[in-house]
């Protein structure tokens, strides 16, 4: 398991956020990091009218069982997320 950033532009269209959002994030988590991607974390970092929503995520890639992969040096920080609650 590790964990890897995510970073998007996403075009919502009329109507609720969260229904639009979602299938958005998993499948661009997919398409970046594989099958086994899942999101951790994700928030609104900026908004522009011509570009829409940048949205920046952590993704969980890997099975949950599988052997610990011990993060390279720039994925430390991101590896303590992990870790915390909120």
Do not use: K, N, Y
Request: with cysteine; glycine share 10%.
């Amino acid at each position: 398991m590790r964990l890897e950033p995510l970073e998007a532009w996403f075009q919502p269209a009329a109507g609720a956020l969260l229904p639009q959002l979602r299938p958005f994030l998993l499948a661009a988590g997919q398409a970046q990091a594989g099958a086994s991607a899942r999101l951790l974390r994700w928030a609104i970092t900026a908004a522009e009218p011509a570009r829409g929503l940048r949205i920046e995520a952590v993704l969980v890639v890997g099975e949950l069982g599988g052997p610990v992969q011990h993060p390279a040096p720039g994925q430390v920080l991101l590896a303590s997320l992990a870790s915390e609650d909120c």
